[in-house]
């Protein structure tokens, strides 16, 4: 259920996408950012609300707090690399940083998250896992937006671990809750040092279609089933179901509003696929090969 829960996630992230860039082309990138997460934390806050959870009432350790400000700087991250180098690129590069930092932390159990260790028949997988990469990545290679972007892959690990641990503490309402206060906070003094040059319209201007607003409200849920999902199965394997799910309905979308069909993204999506695929069917087959082990040993 979990598996299919994170790429559930991918396809929600898809959908945020496109309703957060309608967002950014009428109201700049910075202070759509703001916009984005006012929706998230009205929306975040009323659930708490209902709840009657109290938030505030047990304080945690500082840097289990900072999942949203790295949520912010992830954005900043692929905002600046795009037009420099292409979506696919981005993407690619995206799934490169996440895969890498879901290993480290699978292995490891960094960030307090369990161990899950690397075992060598999950080599192949990862091979064409690799083989999907560089399929979308091509030739492009510019070393600043290369970095900026998978930079920004290793941090979404870090964020999804940060809040996951937070929502041990207290709840999965109230670690998203925190993931949008600051998240906020930060999107507002990001605005104030850089966005004043956006190109945003004097006076508050509502965008024309009220649905254009929902992708805070998507992006809380996201957060919401992450919490979830990245304390029971590897976080490798949520970055990858993730990014499955976010790669085929992206394409999708693009075909549908702007008569666009990504080949590379395709081939690429389904590389990864197939490499997954393969780790889970091989995973499944280790795990029955051990419980019959056990079993005989009995």
Known sequence: MYYLISLFIGILVAVMIALNGGLTSLYGVYAATVVIHIVGLILIGAIIALRREKPFAKPQPWH?????????????????????????????????????????????????????????????????????????????????????????????????????????????????????????????????LFGLGDPVPAGFILAPNWWTYLGGAIGVITVWLSNVVVVRIPQLYVTLLMFVGQVFTGVLLDAWMDGVFSVENIAGGLLVALGLTLNLLLERRASRLAAAERNAME
């Open 64 to 192: 289990l707090y900072i999942g949203g400000v790295l949520g912010v700087a992830t954005t900043a991250s692929t905002n600046y690399a795009f037009g420099q180098i292409s979506l696919s690129a981005i993407l690619a590069l995206g799934l490169f940083g996440q895969s890498v930092a879901g290993v480290l932390v699978d292995q490891f159990g960094l960030f307090g998250m369990r161990r899950h260790r690397f075992r060598a028949y999950q080599l192949p997988g990862i091979l064409f896992v690799v083989g999907g990469i560089a399929w979308m990545m091509g030739k492009e290679f510019l070393l600043l937006p290369v970095l900026a972007v998978f930079g920004s892959g290793v941090l979404l690990v870090v964020s999804r671990s940060q809040n996951a641990r937070l929502a041990d503490e207290t709840s999965v309402y109230v670690s998203t809750f925190f993931n949008y206060v600051s998240g906020l906070l930060t999107a507002i003094l990001v605005l104030l």
